[in-house]
């Protein structure tokens, strides 16, 4: 019993702490996606209620694969300070219905959280429209140990990765400016 009251204190304070977590949806991805559970992403949420809650799904705000209301995720939080996992947790995935009191109380809490928003005060009526949100409800007795290994995997692909050539005329641009700085 001792265990488990400080297995959630655990991921309570860790989680609310913590401005990222990482998640990896159990549930079937999207219809274009071939099999089930995705990788995991790095998401912004917050904690509210007993749970972590988060945005997506929609023009401008991140996705939400294998996020499906029912399924199990699994939650990594990490140090804010240090920036290593501290706790890996399973939770159940719950889907707000726009705008019952849960999903208004969850908003209020997402809407002073949300970084450079495009639409401002208007927000909230278009996650309400074009988004999903949704809890990631701690399973009692569901704390993982920390794996002994690194877990590290390449990045998913993505336009946004590229690899081009330096301009020809960057290093000497940069001689000069060490040239000129040293005399």
Known sequence: ?????????????ATKKSGLIWVKGNGVAAPHVAGHGVPARAM??????????????????QPLPGLVEGADAEVTVRSKDKGGRLVTWQAT??????????????????KGKRLNAPDGEAMTDRWARECRVVRLVPRAGVVRPLPDGTLAAPPLPSPATTREPIPAG?????????KRSAG
């Open 170 to 178: 960057l290093p000497r641009l940069l001689f000069k400016k060490r």
């Open 44 to 61: 912004w949420h917050v904690w509210h209620e007993g749970a972590a809650v988060l945005v997506g799904d929609g023009p401008g705000e």
């Open 1 to 13: 019993m001792t265990d488990t009251l400080l297995d959630r204190a655990l991921v309570e304070e």
């Open 93 to 110: 995935v719950v889907e707000l219905a726009p705008h019952s009191p849960e999903w208004e109380a969850a908003v209020a809490e997402l």
